[in-house]
Nanobody
């Protein structure tokens, strides 16, 4: 069964940092890309960052860094200078590797095949 599992969410004060982790499993694909998205109550799902199989990362904003540890098969989302507006459920999603596309392609949630349950991030003011 193909799945992704997020962890690392929690409650943090404004200005603080969090690092989320994503572990994909059950994949039979040779390679895959990982996208990070978030959804706040009453709002649309929003792109946060992605990391491609090649290692290329594309964050949506400067306070975010996406990375991967190949040895541990784990993907990370480092978020700094968090603000109350960052409060949301954060999701990790996997896509059977498609390479050579531009950033706009990998920012589209519809291309991802498998989604995790999400991890809650709450930023207090």
């Amino acid at each position: 069964q193909v799945k992704t599992e997020e962890s690392g969410g929690g409650l943090v004060q404004s200005g603080g940092s969090l690092r989320l982790s994503c572990v994909p499993s059950g994949f039979s694909w040779d390679f895959y890309n990982i996208g990070w998205f978030r959804q706040a109550p009453g709002k649309e799902r929003e792109f946060v960052a992605n990391v491609r199989w090649s290692g290329v990362a594309d964050p949506a904003r400067g306070r975010v860094t996406a990375s991967r540890d190949n040895d541990k098969n784990t993907f990370f989302l480092q978020m700094n200078s968090l603000e109350p507006e960052d409060t949301a459920v954060y999701y990790c999603a996997a896509q059977k590797g498609v390479s050579g596309k531009g950033n706009s392609y990998y920012r589209d949630a519809s291309i991802y095949d498998s989604w995790g349950q999400g991890t809650q991030v709450t930023v207090s003011s």
